[in-house]
């Protein structure tokens, strides 16, 4: 009986040895983000001592991570991202052996490995380690509902439904709301590029279009109005565009002709200011002119002739007063002593159209008693004309014949003259 029993105890010794084993609730767990998830494994042992427990993460293309232990009975939690959101669900000591995961993450996605050792106590094949592999979902973001093509009677659109990101991909779907419920189906719409083709458009294909983003972690909806018009806006808004353009240029043009004719303008009276002006022509100078027997004088282009029609006849000479004077062609008087013994015989007779702006006659000049005899120019109508003013040499005093006096004059019927003096132009004053 005794050996029966020493043999019964040491079967028993080792199939407890043979009895730690791992359990996994679920290979595949998913998770959506920002979710809790609870990763699921126990063991089965026959001994009582303390367990050494050891959870590893490990993603695809990363290193493998100790994230959590539990060791001489202290629980230690790595330094890594699961940090402060990782933990036993039940306390330890115990045989189930879950953790949980606050806040899940994308990043979180990858194998799990838990590893079990009880001191007396083995296991057969890696019954010992259980792995579950946690997806992390993320619900597709807010689509982006879009029209491309002109909206207009008889023509062709695409509508477009596009999220930026979900995992996994999202499908989409279109509907029509308002103000006829209707639902599309393929080939209309295609629920992977989320696209919806609408041909030949009417009027009555207006209204509100609803696409829909959905996967395993949620849905998410995007709308757009569709407004089917009876022309079509691109050729009205190009029109717009080019007749706005044309006003623009139009207006462009009116102002820099302004600017061009402003200044011409400027530049022409500026040169009209600084161009060189020519003086005007002077008038002709007086022309003298003596014929025989005729006397002519010209005054602002008009001739008086003086006519004699006696011969002049030389007189005896009388003494005559020294204040007597005669008018000279300058205007002066000149005191004069008559000593002319043998004068033309005749009178000296003026015309009846002798004026006063006549000439005078023209004597010999008498200074001091002496003679001075000036000739005088045979042709005056040979006489220069310029058309500028011109040096004038100074005048001489006309001389006076001898034995003829003012009385003697005036009885002879002689008139004193005053000859009108010239400009520097040589015009008449």
Same mark, same amino acid.
């Given at each position: 009986?005794?050996?029966?029993?020493? +043999?019964?105890?040491?079967?028993?010794?080792?199939?407890?040895?043979?009895?730690?084993?791992?359990?996994?609730?679920?290979?595949?767990?998913?998770?959506?983000?920002?979710?809790?998830? +609870?990763?699921?494994?126990?063991?089965?042992?026959?001994?009582?001592?303390?367990?050494?427990?050891?959870?590893?993460?490990?993603?695809?293309?990363?290193?493998?991570?100790? @994230?959590?232990?539990?060791?001489?009975?202290?629980?230690? +939690?790595?330094?890594?991202?699961?940090?402060?959101?990782?933990?036993?669900?039940?306390?330890?000591?115990?045989?189930?052996?879950?953790?949980?995961?606050?806040?899940?993450?994308? +990043?979180?996605?990858?194998?799990?490995?838990?590893?079990?050792?009880?001191?007396?106590?083995?296991?057969?094949?890696?019954?010992?380690?259980?792995?579950?592999?946690?997806?992390?979902?993320?619900?597709?973001?807010?689509?982006?509902?879009? @029209?491309?093509?002109?909206?207009?009677?008889?023509?062709?659109?695409?509508?477009?439904?596009?999220?930026?990101?979900?995992?996994?991909?999202?499908?989409?779907?279109?509907?029509?709301?308002?103000?006829?419920?209707?639902?599309?189906?393929?080939?209309?719409?295609?629920?992977?590029?989320?696209?919806?083709?609408?041909?030949?458009?009417?009027?009555?294909?207006?209204?509100?279009?609803?696409? /829909?983003?959905?996967?395993?972690?949620?849905?998410?909806?995007?709308?757009?109005?569709?407004?089917?018009?009876?022309?079509?806006?691109?050729?009205? @808004?190009?029109?717009?565009?080019?007749?706005?353009?044309?006003?623009?240029?139009?207006?462009?043009?009116? @102002?820099?002709?302004?600017?061009?004719?402003?200044?011409?303008?400027?530049? /022409?009276?500026?040169?009209?200011?600084?161009?060189?002006?020519?003086?005007?022509?002077?008038?002709?100078?007086?022309?003298?002119?003596?014929?025989?027997?005729?006397?002519?004088?010209?005054?602002?282009?008009?001739?008086?002739?003086?006519?004699?029609?006696?011969?002049?006849?030389?007189?005896?000479?009388?003494?005559?007063?020294?204040?007597?004077?005669?008018?000279?062609?300058?205007?002066?008087?000149?005191?004069?002593?008559?000593?002319?013994?043998?004068?033309?015989?005749?009178?000296?007779?003026?015309?009846?159209?002798?004026?006063?702006?006549?000439?005078?006659?023209?004597?010999?000049?008498?200074?001091?008693?002496?003679?001075?005899?000036?000739?005088?120019?045979?042709?005056?109508?040979?006489?220069?004309?310029?058309?500028?003013?011109?040096?004038?040499?100074?005048?001489?005093?006309?001389?006076?014949?001898?034995?003829?006096?003012?009385?003697?004059?005036?009885?002879?019927?002689?008139?004193?003259?005053?000859?009108?003096?010239?400009?520097?132009?040589?015009?008449?004053?």
């Amino acid at each position: 009986m005794g050996f029966c029993f020493a +043999v019964y105890l040491r079967l028993t010794q080792g199939l407890s040895s043979a009895l730690l084993e791992m359990h996994v609730g679920n290979v595949s767990v998913s998770s959506v983000r920002g979710q809790q998830v +609870v990763l699921p494994v126990w063991y089965k042992s026959s001994s009582q001592k303390k367990p050494y427990i050891l959870w590893v993460f490990e993603r695809p293309g990363a290193s493998r991570l100790q @994230i959590l232990t539990y060791i001489n009975g202290i629980i230690k +939690v790595e330094d890594t991202s699961l940090k402060h959101r990782i933990g036993f669900v039940h306390p330890v000591p115990h045989f189930n052996v879950s953790i949980f995961i606050n806040n899940t993450q994308e +990043v979180d996605s990858g194998q799990y490995v838990c590893t079990v050792n009880v001191e007396d106590d083995s296991a057969i094949d890696g019954k010992n380690i259980g792995l579950i592999n946690l997806t992390v979902l993320v619900p597709p973001s807010a689509p982006t509902c879009q @029209i491309h093509g002109s909206p207009y009677v008889g023509g062709n659109i695409t509508m477009s439904c596009k999220s930026p990101y979900g995992k996994p991909i999202p499908k989409y779907r279109w509907e029509r709301t308002a103000p006829t419920a209707q639902h599309f189906i393929e080939p209309f719409q295609d629920p992977i590029s989320g696209n919806l083709m609408l041909k030949n458009l009417s009027r009555e294909m207006s209204g509100t279009y609803i696409c /829909t983003a959905k996967n395993n972690a949620g849905i998410s909806k995007c709308n757009i109005t569709l407004e089917v018009n009876s022309y079509n806006n691109a050729a009205v @808004i190009a029109g717009a565009v080019v007749g706005c353009l044309i006003g623009i240029g139009l207006i462009t043009v009116c @102002i820099l002709q302004f600017f061009v004719c402003r200044k011409k303008k400027k530049n /022409t009276q500026e040169e009209m200011a600084n161009e060189i002006k020519e003086d005007a022509v002077a008038p002709k100078t007086l022309s003298w002119a003596k014929g025989s027997g005729s006397d002519t004088v010209s005054k602002n282009g008009t001739l008086s002739s003086v006519n004699t029609t006696r011969d002049h006849k030389l007189y005896m000479s009388k003494p005559v007063s020294d204040t007597a004077s005669i008018i000279t062609a300058a205007g002066s008087t000149v005191g004069y002593k008559p000593q002319y013994t043998t004068l033309r015989s005749g009178t000296l007779t003026p015309t009846p159209s002798l004026s006063s702006q006549s000439l005078p006659l023209y004597f010999p000049p008498v200074m001091n008693g002496n003679h001075y005899q000036n000739t005088v120019p045979s042709n005056r109508n040979a006489l220069h004309r310029t058309n500028g003013p011109q040096l004038q040499p100074p005048q001489q005093e006309p001389a006076v014949p001898q034995g003829l006096t003012t009385s003697t004059l005036a009885r002879m019927g002689a008139v004193p003259v005053m000859v009108p003096a010239q400009s520097h132009a040589g015009s008449l004053v």
